[in-house]
């Protein structure tokens, strides 16, 4: 997990009073170049999480065709870190509860799971 963001003088710290700083526009720059690699490498760990059992603690649910489609945080991700949609049949979760799946797919830095033995 990472959190990106940039530098600002705060009162009260030795760095605000500092010399030579870097101008707004350079800062901004370096503060987009940093999330687009975090963002990368989030993308690369969900990836690599296909295939493997995630227990998800879900936010929201809704119904999908036949189906239900529940998103929430594996145990895995922080508030900031994406999250996991799990997919699935039969009754459906609510949020709040802990359902299991196995990941199936990634969107972005979010993983894609099918619920295992009914998600519960």
Same mark, same amino acid.
């Given at each position: 997990? *990472?959190? !990106?963001?940039?530098?600002s003088d705060e009162d009260d710290t /030795?760095?605000?009073d500092l010399p030579n700083k870097v101008?707004?526009?350079? *800062?901004?720059?370096? %503060?987009?170049? !940093?999330?687009?690699?975090? +963002? ?9 999480? *296909?295939?493997? %059992? !995630? ?17 929430? %945080? ?6 900031? +870190? ?16 802990? *359902? ?8 972005? !830095? +979010? ?5 295992? /033995?009914?998600?519960?």
């Amino acid at each position: 997990a *990472i959190g !990106v963001f940039a530098y600002s003088d705060e009162d009260d710290t /030795d760095a605000r009073d500092l010399p030579n700083k870097v101008e707004a526009v350079e *800062i901004e720059r370096r %503060r987009e170049l !940093v999330a687009a690699l975090a +963002d990368e490498l989030m993308a690369q760990r969900a990836h690599a999480r *296909i295939g493997e %059992r !995630v227990t998800v603690v879900v936010e929201a649910v809704e119904t999908v065709g036949t189906g239900w489609e529940a998103e929430g %945080r594996g145990e895995h991700q922080g508030p900031d +870190d994406g999250s996991t949609i799990v997919r699935g049949s039969g009754p459906a979760p609510h949020a709040g509860d802990v *359902i299991v799946g196995t990941g199936t797919d990634t969107a972005g !830095v +979010d993983l894609v799971a099918e619920a295992s /033995d009914g998600g519960r």
